[in-house]
């Protein structure tokens, strides 16, 4: 059964960091095209970040590259996502998915979501 499980979310002053994870289980990691989604309140989903399967090229949406960190340990089966220089804007409960393109109607199975505040 494919699981995906997300951690690490919380709140955070600007400029600050957090490192999200998704721990999966019931497929393999290197396997996979795993990608990182937000929804902020009143807001449709939007995707974040993506991994892909095998070489492991990594993709980001305009608003978070340079910032945000994509990468994975298949030892583990999580993949991480780290998030700098965070700004209010990135206020937004984060998904992992995976699928098997980098976009949301790609994806075919998600986790329930670890919500990230930031705020002074």
Sequence with gaps: QVQLVE???GLVQPGGSLRLSCAVSGFRLDYS???????APGKERE???CIRRG?????YSDSVKGRFTISRS?????????????KPEDTAVYY?????LCSLGG????GKGTLVTVSS
Excluded: D, K, P
């Excluded at 070489?55 to 993709?59: A, H, L, N, S, V």
């Design 7 to 9: 951690s690490g979310g």
């Design 33 to 39: 095209v795993i990608g990182w989604f937000r929804q």
């Design 47 to 49: 995707w974040v970040s």
């Design 55 to 59: 070489t492991g090229y990594t993709y």
């Design 74 to 86: 298949n030892s583990n089966n999580t993949v991480y996502l780290q998030m700098n220089s965070l």
């Design 96 to 100: 992992c998915a995976t699928g098997r």
């Design 107 to 110: 994806m075919g199975a998600w």
